[in-house]
């Protein structure tokens, strides 16, 4: 299982003013649809990403602030968006290895992969 983020994250538009739109496998299972915006603002609390889940591909979804100062946990993240925790963990991963968003540990999960450790033992 290749395991680098170029062979997981697709580029596939960019939006004005900065974003882009990513077609995101981490082999979770799931395939994320995921618009990520960088934000500087004037203070440390206000620069990071702002990365939304366009659920099932559709138009309308889920989104969350990711500062570059404070850790995310996933199970925050997973609170905030209304979505699973291992959605969580992958988008929280996402934004960590893209853009540099600081996030915590989850126990039962693999943070350099995102994937949960029991699958990591199933496909070794």
Same mark, same amino acid.
């Given at each position: 299982?290749?395991?680098?983020?170029?062979?997981? #994250?697709?580029?596939?538009?960019?939006?004005?003013?900065?974003?882009?739109?990513?077609?995101?496998?981490?082999?979770?299972?799931?395939?994320?649809?995921?618009?990520?915006?960088?934000?500087?603002?004037?203070?440390?609390?206000?620069?990071?990403?702002?990365?939304?889940?366009? #659920?099932?591909?559709?138009?309308?979804?889920?989104?969350?602030?990711?500062?570059?100062?404070?850790?995310?946990?996933?199970?925050?993240?997973?609170?905030?968006?209304? #979505?699973?925790?291992?959605?969580?963990?992958?988008?929280?991963?996402?934004?960590?290895?893209?853009?540099?968003?600081?996030?915590?540990?989850?126990?039962?999960?693999?943070?350099?992969?995102?994937?949960?450790?029991?699958?990591?033992?199933?496909?070794?």
């Amino acid at each position: 299982m290749k395991n680098n983020i170029e062979s997981r #994250i697709k580029n596939i538009a960019q939006v004005r003013g900065g974003g882009h739109f990513f077609d995101y496998q981490p082999g979770n299972g799931t395939r994320y649809f995921l618009c990520a915006v960088a934000v500087e603002g004037h203070h440390s609390l206000d620069c990071g990403v702002i990365v939304s889940w366009l #659920i099932d591909g559709d138009n309308a979804g889920t989104s969350m602030f990711f500062p570059y100062t404070m850790s995310t946990n996933p199970d925050y993240v997973a609170q905030k968006m209304s #979505i699973g925790l291992t959605d969580a963990v992958a988008i929280c991963v996402f934004a960590r290895d893209v853009f540099g968003a600081s996030i915590g540990d989850q126990p039962g999960y693999d943070m350099a992969s995102g994937l949960q450790e029991w699958r990591i033992k199933c496909q070794s």
